[in-house]
């Protein structure tokens, strides 16, 4: 069972079908960021697998916020279970998962 807020990112990214993550991965880009942070760049992640997708994202984020990244990219795909779980595993965006957007 997944412990570290880096395994549930893992896992929920790894749970994603290649369409799915190339989806995810071309979302994150799109998405508006808190002011301190700067999106990856879209040739480092079209290579990314979900291993270096989430030390990127947490490198780049933090853990605390690449949580809530990933699970408002994965709810911007349509994952909304995904989104859920991920939330609900880390303890992180529970809230948000909560207000049905």
Known sequence: M?????????????????????????KLNEIPLQ??????????????DPIELTDK???????????VVAVDVLRAINEIQL???LATNTGIGRERTREGR
Do not use: C, W
Not at 2 to 20: F, I
Not at 35 to 48: H, T
């Open 2 to 26: 997944p412990k570290t807020v880096r395994d549930h990112l893992l896992s929920t990214l790894a749970n994603l079908g290649e369409a799915q993550l190339k989806n995810f991965k071309s």
């Open 35 to 48: 002011d301190s942070y700067d999106n990856i760049p879209k040739g480092v992640l079209e290579k990314a």
């Open 57 to 67: 994202m947490i490198r780049s984020y933090k853990e605390t916020y690449a949580v």
């Open 83 to 85: 989104a859920s779980r």
